[in-house]
Structures are given as C-alpha cells and as structure tokens.
C-alpha cells in the first residue's frame, strides 16, 4: 500500500522472512574482499572516509548518523569507478582464462596482456558517473572507450567523461535510449558492453559492477567496527537502476541474514521505476517512460535493472520516492553542517538520502514512517554520499543561489 504525505510516498513492505540466498551467493563478505584486494591494489587507492555526525544524530534523536563519502574516490567524484574498474579486470581475466585468480593491476595494463586479448574497445551507457568511471579504468589499462550519453547530460558532465580519454556520443532520448542504443551499435562495431544495468542473456557483466561496488562495504563495516559498532541499525540507499542498492542490500543480508539492517530505498519521484515495480507487485521489474527529469542525473532511470530487481524484491523493508527539492536540501545540509559535524561535498544523487531521512526525522506528518522504521535513539543509520560535485555549476546554482528550494509550507519551525 501507498502512503503519501508531502510529496513524499513510501511502501512498506512486509516480510515475514527474507529469502537472502541469491544475496549470499552474489555478495558475500568473501566476494566483498575479492573486491577489495582488486582496489586496493590501484594507484592512488585509499579508504574513503565514513564521516560522523554527531550533532546532526543528536538533533534529530538518534545513536549515530554516518555518511560512506565516496565524494574524491580514486580522484574521480563518485563510488561508480569502483563497479567499471572490477568489471574490466574481470572481464579481461575471463579472456585470459583466468578468471578467480590473483591478477596485477599491472599486469592487466602490460603489453603481453594486450598481445593476449587483442584490441577491445569497451562501451557503455551513462548518465555521467559509470561512463566517467569506464573511460577512468580503460585508460588506465590501455583501452580505447566509447561512452553513450543522452542528449540532457549536462556539458560537464560530458567534458569529465571526455577528459579520460573516451570518445563521447550524444544520443537522442533518455538515459533508457542511450542503452539501447549503444546495445545495438555495439554489435555493428564489436565493442564490449560493460553495462551496470543488466537485460536477458547479460547479466555477467552487471554482477561484476555490483560485486565493484563491495569494496566500500567492507570499508564501512572496518570504518564501523573501529568505532565499536557492529553494524548500522538502517541503510537509507538512493537508486536508479538499483545496482547500487541490491550491492548494499544484498551484503548487509549476506553478512547479517534476518538481523540485516533495515533497507530503505530511495528514488526521484520523476524516475521511480523500483517504487513503481513494488507499487505493482507482481515480482518483475516494471518500467518508467519519459523525460525522467530531475535534477538527480545518476537516478534518472526508467528500468530497473533485472538482477537487481531480484535482490531488492525480497529484501528492501521500504521504497521511497521524493520529489528534487528534497535533493537539493541535503546537499545544503552536508555542505552547511551543524557546528563540529563534518562539511562533505555532495552533489544531487549524493544527498538525497540524507534529505530524506531528514524530513521523515523532522516532519510531524511522516512520523508514522520514522516510527515504521524504527528510528530512534538507539539507531544508527548510514548514507553512502555517492558523489561529490559532479557537476559543479549545478552544484553551485544550488548551494549559492538556492535552486529547488523547499516549499515554504514545508519549513521546519522547530
Ligand atoms: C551518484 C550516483 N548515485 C547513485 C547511483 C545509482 O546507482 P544505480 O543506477 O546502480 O541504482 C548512480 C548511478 O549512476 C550515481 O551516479
């Protein structure tokens, strides 16, 4: 069932218990290390910090609130890299029919490797951050890229891409279109597809980006366990194809099984294809169609990702969508924290949880939510700021000139 109280609508899904089998197998803590040691061993890797803040927890009435800041991740702005770069070194051991061993970093950028695979040249889809993180790790490694974007990426977007050495093309429709698009284009030209979203008969490579993005999870439960905390009470998880979230989802019940955290999901309203497909509930993913504008690029997406979809069914306690404005009052809240909490860049994607979770904290009207949640004094609840200012303008129009403001019927005065 629906609720819907100031623009924001949330379904709360009732599992009596969880099936976190396909968890287990796709993202345990094993796998997460295999991930880890892969990062870990790229130039100018390190930890990205789990800020606190302390303050803020105790303004709102709960045991902690860290945010997972993914902001300057391997010089690039976002966590995305870390899915692309996997999913290359996979790929390539594949070919080298090696796959499940210890490979270099470079060893896989060397000569002999590209004696051994030939001339490849990788492709994707993107709204800005997998594409950037693609072209990141292809460079690094030797390999030519080409990078679809669709025609309302922003120029900075584009030029960041750009600026890794892909080749970008610009193509007609939303970000749903442009992996169409490169889907067909790449079997004309005999590209390699390494897409974070998956579709029938490709989900190889997409289980490879989820399996990428682990490396920041077992970060968190390092970060976490340093701070004598076994475990964060509630996840608050932003999605637009839903690869990040069935990652976080599905290795917080890998790791913990039914004492997982609680899993809260959130979307754009303009783009809320995972809301839209637990709204239908019949157990397949359902699509959005449109302009899917909103200021969230990253979580402009109409489809679900199959995969994804599997994971996030049986384990996401709730499905959130919200409108831009509720974006925009995140970023203003990291990038003005209270006196003592950190400052943290984080761009449109980024903050949105945050955002959210402040308003469920704040507003009397979704109480019933906070209290569905369990949100209280004992909770300690995580955000991963997946970006930074990716997009700096925007960034800007929205911390310094005040873009997407809240409604004033909305104001906390309190
Ligand atoms: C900054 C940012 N956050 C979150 C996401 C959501 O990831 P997914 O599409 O896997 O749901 C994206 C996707 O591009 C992103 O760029």
Redesign the pocket.
Known sequence: MIDTKQDISWIIRNHDVKNVELASNLFSMKNARTAQKFHSQIPGYKMSPLQGLPHLATMFGVGGIWTKD?SSRLELN???VL?GSFALYRFLQDKLGILGQDTPFAYLASQEVKDKVGQITFASA?????GRGIAWAAQRLGFKCVIYVHSETSSRRIDAIRSNGAKVVVIDGNYDDAVRQIALDAETNGWTIIS??SWDNYTKIPTW??QG?LTMLVEAQEQFSGQGIVKPTHVFI??????????VVGFYHALFGQEAPKCVVIEPDKAPC?FESARINDGKPHTITGSLDTI????A?GEP?PI?WEILKEDVDVFVKVPDYIAAKGMRMYATPLKGDPFIIS????AVTLGAFASIMQEPQLAELCTALGLDGDSQVLF?N??GN?DPVHFRQVIWEGANPVPKEYWINR
Not at 296 to 299: E, F, P, Q, T, Y
């Open positions: 993914e976002s966590f995305k899915g993107t709204d800005g951050n997998h974070d979203t980006i989820m993005y932003q999605a637009g194809v839903g690869a990040l979230a069935a990652s995972l969230m690029a990253g979580l997406c990702s994804a761009g449109e994607s980024g991963i997946t970006e990716t």
